[in-house]
């Protein structure tokens, strides 16, 4: 078998955020392909190590457990580490992880699992005043990076076409998230509204516009509630709200998705595929989200699911949703037969595989 190196500083045993989900579900499925060596840069858990070996067959390794280092710092514990031992694919997560380049000396095939195009992020961020709010790299600076690797994975179509335009044919990967689906009943009635998602600015500012725009025109009309799940619960904006209710994390997702009758993704800018638009699809449930959201799945578009991008049109999906319950069973149905046909792990994961050889 293949020895693959994983290197990222992602804290993604958490499972709390879909890009700490993306990275757990490409470890679970390596395992199962390659011997897998799993590097994350720390701060760690001290029993980490025996975590992750309970619940993954991969070897894992901690540069430092108790504190931050410079880009430095952790250069050299990943060199040491390395020291007397071959891998025949090193995969480094986020194109910011980059310096860990300098620190590997043979010719072995080095893969950047991207997640999203950087400067494209940047361009988002400021059409919404939020310039310089995350990391920045410019255009050229990021295709000068990308074409230090061999391969650069990305999570949906319209990144690989990009990509592709950036630095040829044949490097860029698309391996979608892949997600297994689900079973829950259609209710006859809608009572539950539900948002799932972490503090990261384009989820905050997602749900606040939401709230401000279109939760007081649709409790006019309708008995329901919203419950806002995740670590994006905590803005001040929805404490007190009417008929909101901050649910903070909540580990079992699928009772989430059991006890919810509608899901809103109303995601006005951001980069790459919605992880968390994916996985409401696979519990089939309905779900309202925007153009942008849908970046990636437009092939489910008023089929498996319904796209809106100004308030208007977000009530009226909404409104729609409460009162046809045909509507949710099909839009459910059709969510179910959409994930099944592409996001299986196997076909995310094929280009990768046949990468890694």
Known sequence: MKKVL?????????????????ISALIAYLTQKVLLTVVNTGPAPSNIETFLNENFKAEFFVLEKTKYLNSNGYGRRLKAFLKDKKFDTIIIE???????????????????????????????FKKFNYAGALYELSRETEIEIFNVYDNIIVLCEPDYDEITAMVGTGKALLCPHPVQSYLHPV?????????????????????????????????TKY????????????????????QIFCKGFVADIDQI???????????????????KNVEALAHG?????????????EAGINKAFLVADDAADFIQSI???IESETLRKNLGKNAHKFI??????????????????
């Open 6 to 22: 994983l290197i990222t500083d992602v804290n993604f045993w958490e499972k709390s955020s879909g890009h700490r989900m993306r």
């Open 94 to 124: 986020y194109i910011h992880s980059s310096y860990f380049l300098n620190f590997l000396t043979d010719d072995t095939q080095i893969i950047l699992d991207a997640h999203d195009i950087i400067s494209n992020r940047a361009d988002e």
């Open 187 to 219: 209710k006859e009635d809608v009572k539950n509204i539900v948002f799932i998602a972490s503090a990261y600015l384009p989820n905050r500012d997602a749900i606040n516009w939401f709230v401000t725009n279109c939760w007081p025109y649709i409790i």
């Open 223 to 242: 008995n329901v509630q919203l419950s806002v799940y995740g670590s994006v619960s905590a803005g001040p904006d929805l404490v007190g709200q009417q």
């Open 257 to 275: 998705y059991e006890e919810a009758d509608i899901i809103i993704n109303p995601v006005r800018f951001g980069a790459g595929l919605k992880i």
């Open 285 to 297: 449930r309905p779900l309202v989200t925007t153009t942008h959201g849908a970046r990636g799945i």
């Open 319 to 321: 409104a729609s949703l």
């Open 340 to 357: 099944n046909e592409n996001f299986s792990a196997e076909k995310c994961f094929k280009p990768l595989l046949k990468a890694i050889g």
